[in-house]
């Protein structure tokens, strides 16, 4: 490293100054630069090479030289650039900006209208190896250990599996994982990280959807990656048999709710602890009735539970658990929206907020247009269409996989279709719709997914058309949610 200063002055508890007359810093600034004849030229690169920058600082500012060209700054949660004159045209209809909110435009008779992107997808997309990867599967388990992804259990062909591998992105290596001690091969089981283990309970030897000729579980397995063994889960005051259920974690224990057994839907809920590898009751006084397929989310202090189905009716109702008084809330239902299985949700802490996309209903699929927002604080749910030009919201969304980023929900796959969806709260009209057609990505329903803390692991799912034969895939892929999109924002004159 050459660092050359013709005249600087470093003085204590002060900043740095860059001058030819010998000024001292201004007492606001860190570096206080005073030239007439020169500037100051930050690292130059390509949108590519921009966009590759590994987690980039809040404020990290280059100079693109290629297209777009000019400063681009990351404002925490995408890369922004700053505008040039160039960039505004007054006598147009519709003109863009690299970046959100500028006061200037509405200055100038212009309306905000949404946001479109150039798409990088091409860069987007890295495929795992598939040496030593774990057999063609779908409904299967998927968590993140914190360094490693564990796959297990599902199916192939209706024939349930009893195996699984681990994945570590950093080497792009699986590696086996023991079978002594895990649980019968099953399918539609729930699961759950509790942070350091993985425990899977209940399923079926096969697809069937109330056993019919499967046999239906009610025990599990609890596995350790770091010992690579695993411990036996107590049946005794367990939930009966069943499948299509769902588990969430507290913290300390395990909630299984639902499901369906021998033709019949549940809604018995009980509470595992691992620590004592013992069952208890919950409560079943205001809570939600019989179903499977439905979604179940922690808040942090409740278990939320919503939609699903229930003989041949799609719900789209729901209900809240509280473990610390063993106590049901129900939710509003005012909201009219479609009842559903098969769709993706997430908790967003930070805003109190549960959002729903997509699923199957009664009209069948329900598409990319929008999303359902319930606020816990006020008991409200809210219907957002999408009001940006992103097309007709026509691609299929059931039965996807839905992982939060901690920013954004990301969806991907779902019934007869290869894509996905980038959504930001923060921006809650607008959304980014992916097409993984044209990089070599299936069609897949109910694929698994993960996210790392930096990128999406996808694993498997079926390719099939429905309830069709099976072919399910043993492929996986890495998704980069940084250099997927650089964005534009549309302004519009009336």
Do not use: C
Not at 198 to 223: C, E, F, P, R
Not at 227 to 237: E, K, P, R, Y
Not at 339 to 360: E, M, P
């Amino acid at each position: 490293m050459i660092v050359s200063l013709s005249a600087a002055r470093l003085l204590p508890a002060q900043g740095v100054a860059l001058n030819t007359d010998g000024s001292n810093p201004n007492a606001s600034a860190l570096l206080d630069m005073k030239s007439t004849t020169q500037g100051f030229l930050p690292p130059r690169m390509t949108a590519a090479q921009r966009m590759a920058i590994p987690r980039p600082a809040n404020g990290l500012t280059v100079y693109q030289i290629d297209a777009d060209s000019g400063l681009w700054y990351y404002d925490g949660s995408q890369w922004e650039g700053l505008a040039r004159r160039s960039d505004v045209h007054p006598n147009a209809g519709i003109t863009y900006l690299p970046h959100r909110d500028d006061p200037g435009m509405a200055a100038k008779g212009y309306q905000y209208l949404g946001r479109t992107e150039i798409s990088n997808e091409t860069i987007s997309w890295t495929k795992m190896t598939n040496v030593n990867n774990p057999s063609d599967r779908a409904f299967h388990a998927a968590v993140w250990t914190g360094d490693r992804m564990i796959i297990w259990g599902g199916e192939n062909n209706n024939s349930a599996l009893g195996d699984g591998k681990l994945y570590d992105p950093a080497t792009d290596t699986w590696s086996n994982m023991s079978s002594t001690g895990a649980p019968a091969a099953r399918t539609h089981f729930s699961y759950v990280w509790t942070g350091s283990k993985l425990i899977v309970w209940g399923g079926s030897s096969g697809s069937a959807i109330g056993g019919g000729s499967s046999t239906l579980y009610n025990d599990g397995g609890i596995y350790d990656p770091v010992l690579d063994s695993w411990t036996t889960m107590a049946t005794n005051g367990a939930p009966s048999v069943r499948s299509h259920h769902t588990a969430v974690w507290t913290g300390t224990e395990m909630i299984v709710f639902g499901g369906i057994g021998p033709l019949v839907s549940f809604n018995i809920s009980r509470r595992y602890n691992p620590a004592t590898n013992s069952w208890s009751t919950v409560s079943a006084t205001n809570i939600p009735s019989n179903r499977n397929g439905h979604t179940a989310l922690w808040t942090g202090s409740q278990m939320i539970i919503w939609g699903g189905q229930s003989g041949s009716s799609y719900l789209n109702t729901g209900g809240l658990y509280d473990p610390t008084t063993n106590t049901w809330t129900t939710m509003d239902t005012s909201h009219h929206a479609p009842g559903r299985i098969g769709h993706g949700a997430v908790w967003v802490d930070s805003l109190g907020q549960l959002i729903v996309f997509g699923g199957y209903g009664s009209a069948g699929n329900i598409g990319t247009n929008g999303v359902l927002v319930y606020t816990l604080s006020s008991d409200n749910w809210d219907i957002r269409l999408w009001l940006s030009p992103f097309g007709s919201g026509s691609k299929q969304s059931a039965f996807n996989s839905t992982i939060w980023t901690g920013e954004k929900m990301i969806t991907w796959g779902g019934l007869r279709g290869v894509y996905g969806l980038i959504y930001a709260p923060a921006y809650p009209y607008e959304r980014d719709l992916l097409d993984g057609s044209d990089q070599g990505l299936w069609e897949v329903f109910n694929p698994s997914a993960v996210w790392t803390g930096e990128k999406m692991l996808v694993f498997g799912g079926d390719e099939s058309n429905w309830f069709d034969s099976y072919d399910a895939s043993g492929r996986g892929w890495i998704f980069d949610p940084f250099l997927n999109f650089s964005q534009l924002y549309l302004y519009i004159k009336l």
